[in-house]
């Protein structure tokens, strides 16, 4: 067992080698195979107009020309928070580079969450303390990672983790046909005191139909673990149906379930069984009075029969304010039925013309049985 992080070690030294090779070296190669080239014309005077300071793009235009062009649609997963209660922070806020890089800082209640991912050449790349979702966790998970993870072909990966969370090395390959993807790999793993080899064996498929105002959908995944002593099979299946009876309105019932047999050598790898039923009645009429309109109204009614996984059962409406050319307003009131607790949402969005998305703070204010608390957020939105 003493072995064990050495040997992660050397595998990760091994997988991350190739962007810790000398820049120096990889120039001196590509002069050798270059010709000289010719003298090239001198360079525009700092003067001549250039794309970032062109007078005919407006303010946000020329800031945007600074970053990489899909810079915008990376937030779409930022979380940035200030709780009341939970602490404050933002996760996987994304930096202005060409690599998908993503910088997460969060300061709970107990200890602090810290870490730096990118993903690259179909490669995910992370170092740092994560979240601990133990309760009166006083310190992150310590997390280094490479993982390499194409839809299909060679996959490949090293995960250390502390805690008591599982580490690990695996190498398999992937193929698909159609809607289905069969992947197997061969791993090693190690969790605590124990550590196995282990056969890790997944097939999945799926898809949807509409016909008329109805559309279907069924998705199934096997998957199986194999270790010296211990072997367990799991399936998933999933099918939901979603009406829509107008433009402006949909009612979904979904159904999730998973079957498990036999054992697993490490926990982190284990699953159990769990069902899940959902019931989502949306209504986009778009009701316009002036600057306001009215949005969208949701409830959300989600129940266990095995009590696998919390009930829910939540309603809240959306009216946009349009307070200005550049800014809207939503705003949300909503209550969950089960927490019995009663909130009041302002979203201030910056609409501008050269952004694809709507951007801006968010306020939660909610009420609850024994007091109040707050929830600042960074939300983007659609136009």
Known sequence: MASSPLLLSAALTLLLSPLLASPASAQATSVQATPTPEPVAQAAPASETTPANDPALSFTAQILNLFPSDYTSRFGNVQAFADSVNGYGVRYFPLPF???????????????????????????????????????????????????????GLQYGAIYQDQGRSSRLNLGYAVAAGPSRFYGELGYAFQGTVDAPYLHFEASTGGSRTDGPFTVGAYGTFRSYVFPQAAQLSTDFSVSVTYRPTDYSSVTLSQFERFVVGSSTIPDLAVGRYTRSNLDIVLNPNAKAGPFSLRNLEYHYQYSFLGTDGTANAVGFTVRADVAPAFVIDLTPHHDFIANETGLRADLFYRGADLPILVGPSFDYILTPTGSRYVITLKAGVK
């Open 98 to 152: 060409k690599v998908d890089a993503r910088l997460t800082y969060i300061s709970h209640p107990l200890y602090q969450e810290y870490g730096i991912s990118a993903r690259y050449a179909d490669t995910t790349f992370a170092v740092g303390r994560f979240e601990n979702g133990d309760g009166g966790a006083k310190l992150g998970i310590a997390h280094v990672e490479v993982t390499h993870n194409p839809y299909t």
